[in-house]
């Protein structure tokens, strides 16, 4: 693998990570995974809790209070758009919220590979192939 961090690979619209340098961003992105999947949570039980809540009395009262549930959903689904596009704009690709689980773009042996993390794991001690998902994850021992 590439032993310096992130760069520009010319003619390729990709961000290479050196292991150590995913590793050293996995600080940063520990707790925006985190806070996205608590933001998801927190999302999907507020609509559960709207749709409810519309099926209530028509008051002024409960219209406004109905206006100000629907505004902390955009403010919150906002928050997490704001996320993702932060993780992306570092060339990770955000695979599943609920785990956590993410992929670096690298190089091994000039060939691009995926190195895969997910929310729980220590170090990066994954990798796949470009085409291959969470189910062909191999060890880093076993990189050729």
């Known amino acids: 693998m590439e032993d310096d961090g992130p760069c520009e690979n010319?003619?390729?619209a990709h961000r290479y990570y050196a292991l150590d340098a995913a590793n050293a961003r996995l600080d940063?992105?520990?707790?925006?995974l985190e806070r996205l999947r608590q933001d998801r949570d927190a999302v999907a039980e507020a609509q559960r809790d709207?749709?409810?809540?519309?099926?209530?009395?028509g008051s002024?009262?409960?219209?406004?209070e109905l206006q100000d549930r629907q505004a902390r959903i955009r403010e919150l689904v906002k928050r997490m758009q704001q996320t993702v596009a932060r993780i992306d704009s570092w060339g990770i690709t955000l695979r599943d919220i609920t785990t956590g689980?993410?992929?670096?773009?690298a190089l091994a042996a000039g060939r691009p590979?995926?190195?895969c993390w997910?929310?729980?794991e220590?170090?990066?001690g994954w990798w796949h192939e470009i085409n291959d998902g969470f189910g062909g994850r191999r060890a880093l021992t076993d990189l050729e």
């Open 10 to 12: 010319p003619g390729v």
């Open 28 to 32: 940063e992105l520990r707790p925006l």
């Open 50 to 57: 709207l749709t409810r809540f519309r099926e209530s009395n």
């Open 60 to 64: 002024e009262d409960h219209a406004m």
């Open 101 to 105: 689980l993410i992929d670096f773009p």
């Open 113 to 115: 590979i995926w190195l």
């Open 118 to 120: 997910r929310l729980g």
């Open 122 to 124: 220590d170090d990066i």
